[in-house]
């Protein structure tokens, strides 16, 4: 918050003043001259600055804001916007937010699904990463450095750009930032076989609270093991990543086969559930359920959607061996290169050229609201005939069923902080997702999908009902007024984090005393806590 004494009041005064008759503002000048003195003199920071005076400052604000719930006049905007192009300009933001005590928010690429790398209640200041982008990829090591601000199709692109028999397991949507995604986790349809993202992470750099910047060697590994699935922005700013590069066949297999329930679907949905964390770990295949209105009634359509790492003849004979209620066909089987994959994923049609993956902006905007549940026990027939009727009664959230098992299986639970692993046979992502405008609209959408998420409470984990970081969801508690308190952080913290937590509120205790970084979900540091209670 702004400290405003009584003797720097009739100093402001005096500027106010000098803002009225046309003098430029002094409490930007102020700033500025704190972010000059602390950073690089070339570029200037002053450059890459902007504030709410600047003409720039709302295409700056808005091209990362990637859910239109956050992009309405009634959301708060920060006090000034700064996008590092050096090391020192992150530096720099830290220590000035510091000295005039101001919320910082980091914001890769900005999906942030509740809009916290970009929205505050209390005045802020935001770091955007997405100048720092290169990719440098290493064949020899098997290795890439990879900026913060860089997205995944970035990193697709340049993996494939040298050579096709490479990868990096990580998420499905190419504009989604590194920085956010390496760091709450980062899944995608080669975690069967890879791990998360972070199971892939070498080394990384940040530069912590007091503005110093970091290796995984000069942070220790306690710091390095926190960044890794337990939400950067708790720590530090990451500023780029070193990751280990995964081999995938030269020749990848996928499909995408429709069934409603007319169709069969429940029955194959039902062998889905059977097999689908069990069979051969090159093969995922995710299921994306929707209630549609087809002419006079009502239905749920099944979408499966598979990647292979292997060729058609090979996934054709598990599938008839593992999954024949899907009777997937020969044809259907589509062959293609690992980075053409990605494209199918994305539903670019194929043929579409790889360079589209270089395009920073989607296609299209949304209004989205998402949860996650993880479910441990199969779903029974009758369970699933419930779900469904819920589904064609509220009408419009979707689930999404992603499979585990195969090496996610085989990494402990305390590996990393992202603790779900063994024991879990699906993750399933709650999703809608509108165009309509409004608040009205919006409200009685996030309602359906809450209702949605209460309906399958006796079919997913519980004690704790578990969430996966990275599908942001702030129904599941924040930090309250004063971010601080361990009782209400351990509530949505152990939903994330299961047994982790307590081990990241012990590093953020150590590394972030003072409670620098902080947000509505952010870890909260014990020190800081006690010293609120001591005041
Ligand atoms: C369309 C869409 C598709 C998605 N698909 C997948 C998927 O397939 N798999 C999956 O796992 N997830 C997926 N996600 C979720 C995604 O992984 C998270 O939203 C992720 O956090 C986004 O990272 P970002 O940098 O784009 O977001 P941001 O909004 O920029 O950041 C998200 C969080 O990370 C923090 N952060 C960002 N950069 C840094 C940094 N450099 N240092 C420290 N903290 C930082 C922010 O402050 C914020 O708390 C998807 C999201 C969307 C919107
Ligand atoms: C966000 O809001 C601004 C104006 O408030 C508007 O010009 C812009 O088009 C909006 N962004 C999207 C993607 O709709
Ligand atoms: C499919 O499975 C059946 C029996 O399970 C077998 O007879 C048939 O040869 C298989 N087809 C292929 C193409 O593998």
């Given at each position: 918050m702004w400290s405003l004494t009584s003797a720097t009041l009739p100093l402001l005064l005096i500027f106010l003043l000098l803002v009225l008759m046309g003098a430029s503002d002094p409490l930007q000048d102020t700033l500025l001259k704190c972010l000059s003195e602390n950073s690089v003199l070339s570029p200037p920071i002053s450059e890459i600055t902007y504030f709410p005076s600047n003409p720039l400052f709302p295409s700056v604000l808005q091209s990362y804001i990637r859910n239109l719930r956050f992009n309405s006049t009634k959301t708060q905007k920060p006090l000034f916007i700064v996008t590092p192009i050096h090391?020192?300009?992150?530096?720099?933001?830290?220590?000035?937010?510091?000295?005039?005590?101001?919320?910082l928010r980091i914001r890769s690429g900005g999906h942030d699904y509740d809009g916290l790398s970009y929205?505050?209640?209390?005045p802020f200041v935001i770091v955007d990463m997405f100048n720092l982008r290169s990719v440098e990829v290493n064949l020899e090591d098997?290795?890439?450095?990879?900026?913060?601000?860089?997205t995944l199709g970035e990193v697709y692109y340049k993996i494939a750009e040298k050579s096709r028999v490479y990868g990096f397991p990580a998420g499905v949507c190419p504009t989604v930032g590194v920085g956010g995604h390496?760091?709450?986790?980062?899944?995608?349809?080669?975690?069967?076989?890879?791990?998360?993202?972070?199971?892939?992470?070498?080394?990384?750099?940040?530069?912590?609270?007091?503005?110093r910047v970091l290796n995984r060697e000069s942070m220790g590994e306690n710091l390095f093991w926190a960044i890794r699935g337990g939400g950067g922005a708790s720590f530090g700013i990451i500023v780029s990543w070193k990751i280990k590069l995964v081999p995938v066949s030269e020749t990848v297999t996928v499909f995408r086969v429709e069934k409603t329930l007319e169709q069969g679907a429940s029955e194959i949905v039902l062998q889905w559930q059977d097999v689908a964390d069990k069979i051969h770990e090159d093969l995922f295949i995710r299921l994306v359920l929707m209630p549609v209105n087809k002419k006079g009634y009502k239905t749920i359509r099944a979408k499966f959607n598979a990647l292979f790492l292997g060729n058609a003849d090979q996934l054709f004979a598990i599938m008839n061996e593992s999954f024949p209620k899907l009777g997937l066909e020969r044809d259907q089987c589509?062959?293609?290169?690992?980075?053409?994959?990605?494209?199918?994923?994305?539903?670019?049609?194929?043929?579409?050229?790889?360079?589209?993956?270089?395009?920073?902006i989607p296609k299209s905007e949304k209004f989205l609201k998402r949860k996650s549940d993880y479910v441990q026990q199969p779903i029974s027939k009758e369970g699933f005939e419930s779900i469904w009727k819920k589904m064609m009664e509220l009408g419009k959230p979707g689930l999404t069923f992603n499979p585990y098992g195969g090496k996610m299986s085989e990494i402990s639970e305390t590996e990393t902080p992202f603790p779900h692993r063994a024991g879990n046979m699906y993750k399933i992502q709650y999703s809608l997702s509108w165009k309509e405008e409004g608040e009205e609209v919006a409200n009685r959408y996030l309602d359906l999908t809450r209702r949605l998420y209460d309906f399958m409470t006796p079919y997913v984990s519980n004690s704790p009902r578990s969430s996966y970081l990275n599908y942001r969801d702030v129904d599941i508690g924040t930090n309250g007024p004063g971010n601080a308190g361990y009782a209400e952080a351990s509530v949505w913290g152990t939903k994330y984090f299961k047994g982790n937590f307590d081990r990241l509120v012990g590093i953020k205790t150590m590394v972030d005393p003072n409670n620098f970084f902080r947000y509505e979900q952010s870890i909260p540091s014990l020190a800081a806590w006690k010293g609120l209670m001591a005041e």
């Open positions: 090391v020192s300009h992150i530096q720099a933001s830290i220590i000035c937010c510091k000295k005039f005590d101001l919320e929205v505050s209640e209390v098997e290795s890439a450095w990879v900026e913060s601000g860089a390496f760091s709450g986790g980062g899944y995608g349809n080669l975690m069967r076989k890879f791990g998360l993202s972070v199971d892939n992470v070498l080394d990384a750099i940040i530069v912590d609270a007091n503005g589509i062959e293609m290169s690992w980075i053409d994959s990605i494209l199918f994923w994305s539903n670019y049609p194929l043929g579409t050229k790889p360079d589209i993956l270089l395009e920073r």
